[in-house]
């Protein structure tokens, strides 16, 4: 039991020693040393010193957000009509002198309806459906533009009455020249008499 006993206190000692002088070597000689037997388990029979590196999760592209073109500005016939349908009343002129203002509406809205024809090359002889339909609605805007011309201040009541009817009579060809364009649209293309009938139905609403 004795000598059991002293074997015990003996071992004790030598731990107590061994970590006492580990504690006393420099802070990397430490270290070193905790890092030998990992290193070795990681060394391949070849003697080479694998290095294990942590894997970096691959970060996600944020996503693509698609681009809207930007919309493409009318040219040609079109962009002639979208002028004729943005057409009204100078009202600076016409704050001086309405007829004077009503007089350069017709001039800019019959310069416009002549530009559209042109560029469509006579329609009517074409027989182009398309040519026909954006002509039509040049008519209906050409009329839609003298119907909102104002009545001149100062006339008396004869006067009053000539002008309106004056007015009334050329918004009323305008219309008459849609609706025979739109006639001819629907003999060259037969598909296109919803297009017609619609339109009609707006001309006869005015």
Do not use: C
């Not at 990397?28 to 391949?44: F, L």
């Not at 009343?89 to 016409?94: I, K, N, T």
Request: proline residues 7%; negative net charge; charged residues 25%.
């Amino acid at each position: 039991m004795r000598r059991e006993l002293v074997v015990a206190v003996v071992a004790v000692g030598l731990l107590v020693v061994a970590g006492g002088a580990w504690l006393l070597m420099p802070g990397e000689a430490r270290v070193q040393e905790v890092e030998a037997p990992i290193h070795a388990e990681a060394r391949p029979s070849s003697g080479r010193t694998v290095t294990h590196h942590a894997e970096v999760p691959a970060q996600p592209e944020p996503p693509t957000v698609a681009e809207t073109p930007p919309a493409e500005e009318p040219t040609g016939p079109e962009a002639t009509l979208r002028s004729l349908q943005a057409l009204s009343m100078d009202r600076e002129v016409a704050a001086q002198d309405e007829q004077r203002a009503f007089q350069k509406l017709m001039i800019e809205g019959t310069g416009l309806l002549k530009q559209l024809t042109t560029e469509l090359s006579d329609p009517a002889g074409a027989g182009d459906p398309d040519a026909l339909w954006t002509l039509a609605r040049a008519e209906v805007a050409f009329g839609d533009l003298l119907a909102q011309s104002e009545m001149p201040e100062g006339l008396n009541e004869e006067q009053t009455s000539s002008y309106t009817a004056q007015i009334e009579k050329m918004v009323h060809k305008r219309y008459e020249a849609a609706e025979a364009l739109l006639d001819k649209m629907e003999a060259v293309a037969p598909d296109r008499s919803a297009d017609a009938e619609r339109l009609r139905g707006e001309i006869q609403a005015r």
